[in-house]
């Protein structure tokens, strides 16, 4: 299992999850799927980059390669509300925690 936590955030935010639940993605995927995303705080919205990020903290992403084809894929306009690409109650996670997806 992987250990999520969010930077900036409590640990009451912190939680267990598999490397292949669809509540991970990798970095760049809500850009691809056009998700506004909640930057750490004290990172203004219009700054925020995940490659800069991970290099100013120092933390290096986890490869693409390690995640599957469904948390690699992008849903397209038809993918039907609530399917298994739907947001989750608590903040999405990342392998690098440092924003949550909003939508």
């Known amino acids: 299992q992987l250990l999520i936590h969010f930077d900036g955030w409590s640990d ?5 999850c598999e490397p ?4 991970i993605h990798p970095v760049g995927w809500g850009a691809r799927c ?5 930057p750490p705080r ?5 700054q925020f ?9 120092q933390a ?3 490869p693409q390669h390690l995640f ?7 849903p397209g306009p038809s993918t039907p509300s609530g399917s ?3 947001t989750p109650s608590r903040p999405s996670p990342s392998t690098q925690n440092s924003a949550m997806d909003t939508k």
């Not at 980059?49 to 903290?57: A, D, E, Q």
């Not at 599957?68 to 992008?74: A, G, M």
């Open 49 to 57: 980059n995940w490659f800069s990020y991970l290099s100013v903290m």
């Open 20 to 23: 292949t639940s669809l509540d």
């Open 60 to 62: 290096q992403a986890a």
């Open 12 to 16: 009451g935010y912190t939680y267990w």
């Open 68 to 74: 599957t084809e469904d948390q690699n894929r992008v």
């Open 34 to 38: 056009r998700h506004t995303l909640q």
């Open 84 to 86: 298994t690409h739907s």
């Open 42 to 46: 004290g990172v203004p919205q219009s």
